[in-house]
């Protein structure tokens, strides 16, 4: 559909089709529910300034777009600014984020699902897209899925990686980052993203804000600090996201119960993502 006329809407129904219509997208449970709502897609270009100041925000190893793209294409010369960065946002179902307000330690079951299951479906439409661009005759690749890829951990970055996606989602005019990390989308923070770059040239989606903690009323307007009471490991403070206290508390604790209580091998939170006012959407200070 329209491709020829308008690559952006074809790209963006590609993204929404697969989640509105593959029976992949499911949390694997007895009724095969859905994993994701409708996604939200936004555009940067591969030349965009934000991704060379990356590398001092997230660690010098973090790629630009036409780095990532070398990874599966080595030997081609291409222009950064020939290249997009695919963004979207997969939200969390209402089913599942209501389940997750009322937990105070542990993920609900669906949250652990949606993150282990759905992650599975974030992977397979990552890999969808690339095989439906490709088809077109637009060379593609899915950084996260680039064996390449990897964590990277260092004293002044802790735990980072060579492709951050809630990055890219930032450039591409999805959200901001809120006091404990998560991204604070129009679809709020309870989601997951996922990306692709490709050698097509789309309208960059606006950027609605100057600053990266914009969305955050914390930051923008000095009040609600929800995520801080939300979380049981004391991972959110004031100083922002304890990486390492959110770490330990993903893995073992929430894995050991998530084994012992649902019967699958997995892990996940979420809990400064739901019950608190960025949940599903950009906050305001009428709802703290
Ligand atoms: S709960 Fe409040 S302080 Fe925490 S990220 Fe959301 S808006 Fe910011
Ligand atoms: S994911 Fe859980 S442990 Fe980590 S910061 Fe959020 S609430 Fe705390």
């Known amino acids: 559909m329209k491709e020829a006329h308008d690559p952006a809407a074809w790209v963006t129904n590609v993204v929404q089709a697969f989640i509105r219509d593959s029976s992949d997208n499911t949390l694997q449970d007895q009724g095969g529910e859905k994993a994701w709502g409708e996604p939200l897609v936004g555009f940067s ?151 692709v770059v490709a050698r097509v040239q789309l309208p960059p989606t606006p950027r609605p804000y100057h600053d990266h903690r914009a969305y955050c009323l914390f930051f923008s307007e000095g009040i609600c600090g929800q995520c801080m009471a939300r979380c049981p490991a004391g991972a959110v403070t004031e100083e922002g996201h304890d990486k390492v206290a959110c770490a330990q508390h993903l893995r073992p604790v929430t894995a050991d119960y998530v084994k012992a209580n649902y019967g699958f091998d997995g892990y996940g939170c979420g809990l400064c993502q739901t019950g608190v006012p960025c949940e599903s959407k950009i906050p305001t200070r009428r709802d703290v």
């Open 45 to 195: 270009r591969g030349d965009d300034p934000l991704y060379e100041a990356y590398k001092e925000v997230v660690g010098p190893f973090h790629w630009t777009p036409g780095e990532a793209f070398a990874q599966a294409y080595p030997g081609t010369q291409v222009a950064p600014e020939e290249l997009t960065v695919i963004c979207w946002v997969l939200p969390q179902t209402e089913a599942t984020k209501a389940d997750n307000r009322t937990q105070t330690v542990y993920p609900a079951e669906r949250w652990a699902r949606a993150r282990i299951f759905g992650e599975g479906v974030n992977v397979k439409l990552r890999r969808h897209l690339v095989d439906a661009l490709r088809e077109k005759g637009y060379a593609a690749v899915a950084p996260m899925l680039s064996p390449q890829w990897e964590r990277k951990t260092s004293e002044r970055y802790t735990f980072s990686s060579t492709w951050s996606e809630r990055h890219a989602a930032y450039a591409s005019g999805l959200g901001t980052f809120g006091l404990c990390d998560g991204l604070i989308t129009p679809l709020g923070k309870a989601m997951r993203v996922g990306s």
